[in-house]
């Protein structure tokens, strides 16, 4: 029990600080282990929401404290979370209680498709973006938290890339994705609550506890690295975890 206490906490903090470094990838990345590893899709999900939403508490007042985002001196950063927690909690209820009747995969593969395609528009951007707007936060918000609510990931990716894309500093962009995850992470996983019959408490345990130490770590990283390797790394993450997810879903298939 306790060396596989320790492989969970070792990967919850690995796919956490990369997620809380770059604003992307934790559930990419640890829901495929996990499932490789044997756990059971209706096992895992409440889990990864959960410890994001933890994790993400931690991360956001960290990303604060190193003042890589400002809420209250910079108008343009306080709309974006704004928009975006107000979206994601409507993105993430919508795909819950909607009915979807795409097959899973096909989803899967768009929002791949679409990750790629935030990545190479980042990186083709350079150092210019487009100007800043409300509406165009708003539906870059609902998008990604739909791609939550139905296919579990795509969130990240999109909503710190169209922050980018939109003016928004990278390190700012990084720290209000990690808040507003949070925030959509708590409402999933209430949600999950009310529909499931129980919860792995040694999946749960190892996994809160491997991201709440990363927490820290990744936006102390965030705080020292400059904006441009930030927006170029960004860019490059999101395309690589496009790819990554499109192998994984084709394969699967």
Known sequence: MIEILVVLIVLAF???????????????MLAPVLLMIGYEPA???PVV?????????????FHHRFRNMDLIN??????????????????VLIAVLTSIALPV??????????VVLMGAVILANGRTSEAFSNRKLGVLGLF??????????????????GQIISGIKPRAAIAITSIVEAVMCAVGFVVY??????????????IIIGAVLAAPFSALTTAKVSQERLKKAI???????????????????
Do not use: C
Request: no cysteine; charged share 5%; glycine share 14%.
């Open 14 to 28: 690995i796919t956490e600080y990369f997620t809380a470094t770059l604003g992307m990838g934790y559930g990419t």
């Open 43 to 45: 096992v895992l999900v």
């Open 49 to 61: 929401l959960v410890s994001q939403f933890l994790a993400g508490l931690v991360s956001g007042s």
């Open 74 to 91: 910079e108008p343009h950063e306080r709309a974006a979370f704004e928009i975006f927690s107000l979206t994601g909690v409507v993105g």
């Open 105 to 114: 995969w096909f989803v899967e593969l768009y929002i791949a498709s679409v």
């Open 144 to 161: 990604g938290a739909f791609n939550k609510g139905i296919s579990g990931g795509g969130y990240g990716p999109i909503v710190t890339g």
């Open 193 to 206: 609550l009310m529909i499931s019959q129980s919860i792995d408490l040694l999946l749960t345990l190892g």
């Open 235 to 253: 860019a490059v993450a999101t395309i690589a975890l496009g790819i990554v997810t499109a192998l994984w879903v084709l394969t699967a298939a």
